[in-house]
């Protein structure tokens, strides 16, 4: 039987089962980032001192060893939390290339969730052998802001094509949606740089980044007021261009998690740096950066796949009589 023809006996993965999975794989990527800022505040981060196992001869946590059984089961925690994140990022490349006509752009972006999985399995193994160096610790929520960002995008390319895609901005809005990324993504490791030399290391041992808390704060309020600066002028540009519904939208989330965010930081740093604002403020760096994934992925527009069709029920013809039998 021809390969195509094999293909299409094989029923296709239903469209809202692979965005189900685009969204789950959204949710999980920002959940692994804030039990990853749990494990930090918790002083959790050399709960388990090896890798991949927990201690050299256990893979699990164990009472037999000096470190405090919360801090071993915190860590271990987190770690099978991204055991099941791998399971979802290995689903969404599975539906991706069942999905029926198969769509390139679709699978490719499915692909870098497990591959965005191992590489921050490789990255955390990294970061505790290390002894939660301040750099290996930015590496690894930055990625995670990446593979948010990449989610978003899955989510919408479920619901689009590969066909050629429509530009629904002119030139210098999209130019200036491109340049309040760019911002955002100073902001975010500005923002890495104050926790490296805030007080919530992951462990009472690990060295501190050698800036002052202040200096750092302050520069990473100055890129945040910029970026909500150039979203105010974006907002005004979107309203002289008449720009669609769905990107207004857009935009209005992106402002309201912006608005947000800043004024947690804020009471963040006048409280002191208190652990349960630490976790939401990494929250809210997830929902700012999925908010602007989105808004950046509505610039463009592609056509919508046709429905799936289930396949026609094979037809068999009837045993002709043989001949000379009849009723007659």
């Known amino acids: ?11 296709a993965v239903p469209p809202r089962l692979m965005r189900l999975l685009a969204v789950l794989a ?23 001192p090896d890798w991949p196992t927990c201690f050299p001869d256990s893979l699990v946590p164990d009472p037999r060893y000096e470190v405090a059984l919360l801090h071993q089961w915190v860590e271990f925690g987190n770690r099978m939390l991204t055991g099941a994140l791998g399971v979802i990022a290995v689903a969404c490349l599975l539906a991706a290339l069942g999905t029926r ?7 490719w972006l499915a692909f870098s969730m497990p591959a965005g999985v191992a590489a921050q399995a490789v990255v955390g193994g990294i970061t505790v052998l290390a002894g939660l160096a301040w750099w290996t610790v930015s590496a690894h929520f930055l990625i995670s ?12 390319a479920t619901g689009e094509t590969d066909g050629p895609a429509t530009r629904v901005l002119s030139a210098p809005a999209r130019g200036l949606v491109t340049l309040t990324n760019v911002v955002l993504a100073a902001v975010l490791v500005a923002g890495t740089l104050v926790t490296s030399a805030g007080p919530h290391a992951g462990d009472s ?21 910029g970026y909500l600066g150039l979203l105010v002028g974006l907002g005004f540009l979107l309203r002289a261009v008449a720009a669609k519904a769905s990107v207004r939208r ?26 349960t604002l630490v976790s939401l403020h990494v929250l809210g760096a997830c929902l700012v950066t999925a908010a602007a994934a989105a808004l950046w992925a509505a610039t463009t527009e592609r056509p919508p796949p046709a429905p799936v069709e289930p396949p026609a029920p094979e037809v068999t013809e009837a045993p002709s009589e043989p001949a000379g039998l009849g009723t007659g």
């Not at 749990?38 to 388990?48: A, D, E, I, K, N």
């Not at 006509?101 to 699978?107: A, D």
């Open 1 to 11: 039987m021809p390969r195509t023809a094999e293909l299409n006996r094989v029923p």
């Open 26 to 48: 959204v949710v999980a990527q920002a959940g692994i980032a804030v039990t990853g800022s749990v494990v930090r505040v918790t002083g959790s981060g050399l709960g388990c």
């Open 101 to 107: 006509p198969r769509r390139r752009r679709l699978t």
């Open 145 to 156: 802001m990446v593979l948010v960002w990449l989610a978003v995008l899955l989510v919408r």
């Open 205 to 225: 041992k690990t060295p501190r980044l050698g800036i002052g808390v202040p200096t750092l704060a302050q520069l990473h309020a100055d890129l945040l007021v």
């Open 250 to 275: 857009r935009y209005r989330w992106l402002i309201a998690a912006v608005l947000a965010q800043g004024a947690l930081g804020a009471a963040q740093y006048a409280l002191g740096v208190p652990e």
